[in-house]
Structure formats: C-alpha cells, structure tokens
C-alpha cells in the first residue's frame, strides 16, 4: 500500500501551486481522501476531502474557494490544485485515505480513521 504525494515547492504569496496523491496497492475507488497539513509547531489539521466517487467535496473554511480537491479513478490519482496562497498555508501537505463508499456528503475528516497515508510534500508560501 502506498500514498505517494507530490507537487509541493516554493511559491510567493498569492500564487498557485498543484500537489497530487498517486495511491497504489489498494481498490481506490473503495476510499475517501483527504488532505491535510502540519505546519511547524502545530497540530495536523483538515484541509479538504473527497467522496470515493468524487461527487462530494469538503473545504475547511481557511482554504474554502482557493483550493480545489478532485481525484482520478481511472489513474488511481487525487489532486489539490492551491490558489490565492497564503503564508499561513506553509506546511506539509499529507494525504491519507479512508475505507468509505457511503453516499453521505463528505465532512471534516478525523486523521485517527484514516486507513492509509502518504509522507507528505512541502509546500512554502512566502510573503
């Protein structure tokens, strides 16, 4: 099993930057993803999520209209286009899947369900 996120980087305050997950050894489309972050100092926090079948979205309202979660069955892929960044969004970007096929819309995701997770990717927004 393997979440491998990528994409992170360097980019100056209002700019954009894309990080993908690439998930194998496990049935994908069986699995809720989700994004989430750490920055130095501080908690892991909720960023966003997917619904198995990429019909249902949840944004934490820090990221709410900047950043937008989508995801690939076919290529077993998820992807966090990031908008309008922000110093405040530095962290490491992990993201981490749960066993989910519920039709229920997507929330706030708890990190200790989460069945898998990647090492995460740095992204660094500076002022």
């Known amino acids: 099993v393997q979440l491998q996120a990528s994409g992170g980087g360097l980019v100056q305050a209002g700019g954009s930057l894309s990080v993908s997950c690439a998930a194998s050894g496990f049935t994908f489309d069986d699995y809720a993803i989700g994004w989430f972050r750490q920055a130095p100092g501080k908690e892991r926090e909720f960023v966003t999520a997917i619904s198995w079948s990429g019909g249902s979205t949840y944004y934490a309202d820090s990221v709410k209209g900047r950043f937008t979660i989508s995801r690939d069955n076919a290529k077993n892929t998820v992807n966090l286009q990031m908008n309008s960044l922000k110093p405040e969004d530095t962290a490491v970007y992990y993201c981490?899947?749960?066993?989910?096929?519920?039709?229920?819309?997507?929330?706030?995701?708890?990190?200790?369900?989460?069945?898998?997770w990647g090492r995460g990717t740095q992204v660094t927004v500076s002022s």
């Open positions: 981490a899947a749960e066993r989910s096929t519920t039709a229920r819309a997507m929330g706030i995701m708890d990190p200790s369900a989460m069945d898998y």
